[in-house]
Each structure stands twice: as C-alpha cells, then as structure tokens.
C-alpha cells in the first residue's frame, strides 16, 4: 500500500489533477471504443438498403408501359 500512502502526502490540487485525468481517460476511452463498436458494417442496415433497391427497381418496371 506504499501507493496509497504516497498519494496522502499530495496537495488537493494535484489529487483533483490526478483523478480528474483519470476519469477523463476512462471516458475517452469508452467514447472511443463505442465509436469503433458502432462504426462497423451494420448487417441489419446492408440488408434494408439492398431490399429498398429491389423494392425500387421493381416499381419502376411496374410503372413502364407495355409495349404490346
């Protein structure tokens, strides 16, 4: 615990500094693993994407007149 006891002996500035830098670094890190998480190939949206193109194409040949 020679951590704890050296971290005593600080000036409550620098302790602030200390934990302050901490909880910053915790919340970047999560801020950025989160956008790393959420940036990635979405399945689910490549799917619905593909399906609107069919769906699209399909009313488009539906809307042109025969020619007969």
């Known amino acids: 615990m020679a951590g ?5 002996s600080l000036a409550p500035k ?4 200390i ?6 670094a915790f919340v970047f890190g999560v801020y950025f693993y989160t ?8 399945e689910l949206q ?3 994407n593909k399906f609107e193109d ?4 399909k009313e488009a040949e ?3 007149p025969s020619k007969v």
């Open 46 to 48: 490549a799917a619905i």
């Open 14 to 17: 620098t302790k602030n500094a």
């Open 19 to 24: 934990v302050a830098g901490g909880l910053s």
């Open 62 to 64: 539906a809307s042109m």
């Open 54 to 57: 069919e769906k699209g194409q």
């Open 4 to 8: 704890i006891s050296g971290y005593r």
């Open 35 to 42: 956008m790393r998480a959420v940036g990635g190939t979405d």
